[in-house]
């Protein structure tokens, strides 16, 4: 009998310590949150950025463990325009589920992870999204001898989706408003619905077109999978810094634009050297810091644009190595276009 | 001979100073105890002030109010009517139902699993307790999310998808009858409906609805309190005469007729499962990460209550068995009738523990997809809400309150089951 209680009682005693733990570090989270993070990242000489688990050409470690992709970039050009080292970063790999504690807890300076600016991620989650670095859309995936051709067509399908993700919503929109029936399958990470999808344990895969085509370049036989013509959401995936620090949401928002800015204007990694000497056009002369001084209004030096770009070359390079139609990924620019050449991509001035 | 030190000193209460806080034994543990509670509600009020103070510096605020949100999320294993317009409240309370449903079948089929493997491991075979012991220890030196984990995986690799089960050149068949599938989606049965059911309308003539199964469920309530009092009128019979009537027919047919009965009347028809689209439709879905989950939890869990079982059934006195022995008891009436009823007073108080842990660990069920409330509540609707520490709060409310009534039922049935002394 006084055993049981016992056990009881050492129930009892786990819950409340793990309450209190929960307590602690709820009440740690809001002192580490209205820090200054530029002073913090300048101290520890480091940037810790948040990135996937592992998506290829976005962000993976390739054979020596050095993290690579798209998303990875933009972690690198401002640790360069920040610490003027393009190695010093700390990359932290989160989940769908763990990325905004991490952000929000202060484990990470910046979050470079497929992230969708939403309006509850950005007003109700406090955080603050610095730009889009890649226009997406929800996409589905599914092997080619199933004969589908429409998404319209998955009545009854079963679905394989990573929980936690905006994708999980609109899938229940998409298949509610076209009135059809699905069996969901909530899945933690992509390469674990992958592994399902690719055991049959799933007819569909779906989520972000990019994160499709690139899961597929992996695949044995890429060509056996076909990605269906619907694009049932809008997903502008971008770099985003919590609420609250806007100098630092500025760094990371301006080293975006100052990427995107550079192809538009031309300056590439090959002639970046030489225009940064000085050119007879006031803007590039402005973003690599040979007038003004833009970069001291940020509290960084004049070359840090010029750092940011000198890591990769400018957005058009970064997108052409790591996801671009010579890659393995083969993403066309389509949404992804400067504005000039009829796409989204498009920054502000700088002036 | 007495001496005023000797008196009792609440007989004379004037007598009582303050330095005898601390230097009588009779009220220095009260002392104590005064002082630790106090520290331990000052603390708390610190952490909790610190939290408050912290979240609202942060423009967050403790609100449950998102519970009434529409949720906009599926849910594959709905016990309850759920859709994506339902509340985040509703899904969390289908989570609920679908962590108490796996809880309960594991916490049965590990009572089970654990009382065969308990039983066998002390068996003179030495084949047979060898394979126990080998069963016991593989089975509880591995994590249970590692089970979880295999069992699933060998189930979506090993079993045919519902794709094999198509076309002239199917490389899958359905079994008994063309009438279960196995799939590495789950297993698909036939379902009963009712053809008079009382759900029945003119669009939907066939279909099953609460009330038929009441009906179902009063007839087996009829025919267990009859057979109750016909073992007791054998029983009876027995102490009076020393005959006991052969009443197994009339237990058969008094258990068979009213559900016979009760069926035909509502006209049961089984609703078989077929292949259509993409998937079976039709019937009942046992879903894959139902089963895992569920084998898992039992396989895991049994390994334990198996160690338990022995240890119950060791601290019986061989007396006991042999005494048994020796009024002619065969083997198998000894374990049931003697020795298995002592040893559950041993058993059950850490079965208890084996059932608060089945409860909990069912909440690993993300690793195979399967929603329960730490699915639901505690994964999609606090990432879509962002309201981690509400979500966290009642989460823990959940199993606490489900823990203490799982021992709170448990004790009751310990209570019943321990020796009575008088």
């Given amino acids: ?351 | 001979m007495t001496t005023l030190a000797d008196q009792p000193i609440s007989a004379s209460g004037s007598s009582f100073k303050l330095s005898m806080l601390l230097n009588d034994t009779r009220y220095r543990s009260l002392t104590f105890q005064f002082i630790a509670l106090v520290a331990i509600i000052a603390f708390m009020a610190f952490v909790g002030g610190n939290l408050v103070r912290n979240l609202a510096e942060a423009g967050l605020n403790i609100s449950y109010a998102f519970l009434g949100e529409p949720a906009g999320y599926d849910i594959n294993q709905r016990p309850i009517e759920y859709d994506s317009t339902s509340s985040h409240g509703r899904a969390a309370v289908v989570g609920l139902l679908n962590t108490l449903i796996v809880a309960f079948l594991a916490c049965i089929t590990a009572t089970v699993f654990g009382v065969i493997a308990g039983v066998l491991r002390l068996s003179n075979n030495w084949i047979v307790s060898k394979i126990m012991s080998i069963y016991v220890e593989i089975f509880r030196n591995v994590p249970v999310l590692i089970w979880i984990l295999i069992i699933f995986s060998v189930m979506i690799n090993a079993l045919p998808g519902p794709r094999d089960f198509r076309g002239e050149d199917a490389t899958a068949s359905m079994s008994f009858f063309d009438t279960f599938a196995f799939t590495n989606r789950g297993v698909f049965a036939p379902a009963p409906e009712f053809t008079n059911s009382f759900g029945s309308t003119a669009e939907l003539p066939v279909t099953t609805t609460g009330m038929d199964w009441l009906l179902v469920i009063a007839a087996l309530l009829l025919s267990w309190f009859v057979a109750r009092a016909v073992a007791n009128w054998a029983t009876r019979t027995q102490e009076a005469t020393g005959n006991r009537p052969t009443t197994w027919y009339i237990t058969l047919a008094i258990w068979v007729v009213p559900v016979v009965a009760v069926l035909l009347f509502l006209g049961l028809t089984w609703n078989v499962p077929e292949l259509k689209g993409f998937n079976f439709r039709g019937g009942m879905q046992l879903r894959g990460s139902l089963i895992a989950l569920w084998f898992a939890l039992s396989i895991y869990t049994g390994a334990f209550i198996a160690e338990n079982v022995r240890a119950g059934i060791l601290a019986i006195s061989k007396g006991q068995t042999e005494a048994a022995g020796a009024l002619g008891l065969r083997p198998n009436r000894i374990m049931s009738l003697v020795v298995l009823p002592q040893a559950l007073r041993v058993i059950i108080p850490p079965l208890i523990s084996q059932y608060l842990n089945i409860t909990k660990n069912s909440s690993l069920a993300i690793a195979v997809g399967y929603m329960d409330v730490t699915g639901t509540l505690g994964g999609i609707t606090l990432l879509q809400t962002g309201r981690a520490i509400e979500t966290i709060l009642l989460l823990m409310l959940f199993y606490l309150t489900v823990s203490l009534l799982i021992s709170f039922f448990m004790n009751i049935f310990n209570n019943r089951m321990k020796l009575k002394e008088r």
């Fill in chain 1, 1 to 351: 009998m006084n055993r049981q209680m016992a056990e009881t009682q050492e129930e009892v005693k786990m819950k409340k310590t793990v309450f209190l733990g929960a307590l602690a570090v709820a009440a740690v989270t809001g002192g580490v949150a209205s820090a200054a993070t530029l002073d913090d990242v300048k101290a520890r000489g480091k940037l810790n950025c948040g990135v996937t688990t592992g998506v290829p050409g976005f962000a993976e470690p390739d054979a020596n463990g050095v993290w690579q992709g798209f998303d990875v970039a933009v972690c690198r050009a401002v640790a360069a325009a920040v610490l003027s080292d393009p190695t010093a970063v700390e990359f932290v790999p989160t989940t769908g589920k763990t990325r905004f504690t991490a952000l929000a807890s202060g484990e990470i300076d910046m979050l470079a992870r497929n992230t969708t600016w939403t309006f509850s991620r950005d007003v109700d989650l406090k955080f603050e999204f610095t730009g889009v670095n890649y226009y997406d859309g929800q996409g589905f995936m599914v092997p080619a001898d199933l004969g589908v051709s429409s998404a319209k067509d998955l009545d009854g399908a079963t679905v394989c989706i990573q929980t936690g993700t905006t994708t999980e919503l609109n899938l229940a929109d998409f298949f509610r408003s076209n009135n059809i029936s699905y069996e969901p399958v909530p899945i933690e990470t992509g390469a674990e619905a992958v592994q399902q999808y690719n055991a049959g344990a799933c007819d569909v895969y779906t989520t972000d077109a990019s994160a499709l085509a690139a899961q597929r370049a992996n695949f044995e036989d890429p060509t056996a999978h076909v990605i269906l013509p619907e694009i049932i959401s809008k997903e502008p995936l971008g770099p985003l810094v919590r609420h609250g620090d806007h100098e630092w949401g500025d760094i990371v928002r301006w080293t975006l634009n100052a990427l995107i800015t550079a192809e538009e204007l031309g300056v590439t990694s090959v002639n970046l050297e030489e225009l940064a000497a000085g050119t007879n056009n006031p803007e590039i002369n402005r973003l690599l810091g040979t007038e003004g001084d833009l970069g001291g209004m940020l509290g960084l030096d004049k070359d840090w644009a010029e750092r940011a770009i000198g890591v990769a070359g400018n957005y058009g390079e970064v997108f052409e190595t790591n996801i671009g139609e010579n890659t393995p990924i083969g993403l066309a620019r389509g949404l992804n276009a400067q504005w000039t050449d009829g796409g989204l991509i498009y920054s502000p001035p700088f002036r």
